[in-house]
């Protein structure tokens, strides 16, 4: 079973930073995609930034230049380092993990229970 543990959520001001932790635990495979998503109310859950076991990260339009993802494998914990905050950033956020075998197909995926972030104008 894997778990995961958001952290570093808040209140904060437009062009203010935050910093998301995500800590896993259980079983990881070797190949994994970690990432972070987010909702607004009434909205859909969409996806913010991503990193790879291969380090390969991708980020939504919308965050580029101002949000970074990284992972400290040591710590098993993935970050999203939040600079430039905008109003339109407030939302929950939700770190993922999807994972598989080497010898499969089957992807497997998980969620943390969320941390709300809050950006005021």
């Known amino acids: 079973q894997v778990q995961l543990v958001e952290s570093g959520g808040g209140l904060v001001q437009a062009g203010g930073s935050l910093r998301l932790s995500c800590e896993v635990s259980?079983?990881?495979?070797?190949?994994?995609?970690m990432g972070w998503y987010r909702q607004a109310p009434g909205k859909q859950r969409d996806l913010v930034a991503t990193?790879?076991?291969?380090?390969?990260?991708n980020y939504a339009d919308s965050v580029k230049g101002r949000f970074s993802i990284s992972r400290d494998n040591a710590k098993n914990t993935v970050y999203l380092q939040m600079d430039g905050l905008k109003p339109e950033d407030t939302a929950t956020y939700y770190c993922?993990?999807?994972?598989?075998?080497?010898?499969?197909?089957?992807?497997?995926?998980?969620w943390g229970q969320g941390t709300q972030v809050t950006v005021s104008s």
């Open positions: 259980g079983s990881i495979f070797s190949i994994v995609v």
């Open positions: 993922n993990l999807r994972q598989r075998r080497p010898s499969t197909i089957i992807w497997y995926d998980y």
């Open positions: 990193i790879a076991s291969t380090g390969v990260t």
